[in-house]
């Protein structure tokens, strides 16, 4: 279940950056295989893969892995 939360919230701020998957994957140094998978939440993403992602997104992790209230 967090997978699937963690993978749409990935998802909405890529796009919310304006970032192409192809673009966040190579600025985080992430493939896109991974990525892929991430956002799909098929793919459990580890905290320092995480950490790459909200750094090239511009927010911090705590933001990024926020729980919905």
């Not at 998957?21 to 956002?39: K, M, P, R, T, Y």
């Not at 905290?47 to 892995?65: P, T, Y």
């Amino acid at each position: 279940m967090e997978n699937r939360h963690l993978a749409r919230r990935i998802r909405a701020f890529r796009k919310l950056k304006g970032y192409t998957q192809q673009q966040l994957a190579d600025e985080s140094g992430v493939s896109l295989a991974i990525l892929g998978a991430i956002e799909r939440g098929n793919r459990r993403a580890e905290d320092q893969i995480l950490i790459k992602i909200a750094d090239v997104l511009g927010i911090s992790l705590a933001e990024l892995k926020q729980e919905e209230i």
